[in-house]
């Protein structure tokens, strides 16, 4: 796997952004910087993706991921129950 670095810290390029959506579109995991650490982004209505983040991150199946959202509408698309 080859890695690609996009810095849109000195230079904000939003068409760079094409390519890890690419990435997250076909199945596949990307990495990003948040304020502490680096995440790891996948498409969270994709299992095998999220499977993916999972053996990556070594992590077990009972501890959730969590799922970003642009807007509340789209929690039901996420959610099987809002309380």
Do not use: W
């Amino acid at each position: 796997m080859i890695s690609k670095y996009i810095d849109l810290k000195r230079n904000i390029e939003y068409s760079k952004l094409k390519a890890p959506a690419d990435v997250i579109q076909g199945g596949g995991l990307v990495l990003f910087p948040t304020e502490t650490v680096y995440g790891i982004g996948a498409n969270a209505l994709d299992a095998k993706a999220c499977a993916k983040i999972y053996k990556a991150k070594k992590r077990e199946q009972d501890n959730p991921l969590i799922v970003h959202i642009c807007n509340t509408e789209m929690l039901l698309d996420v959610t099987a129950e809002v309380r």
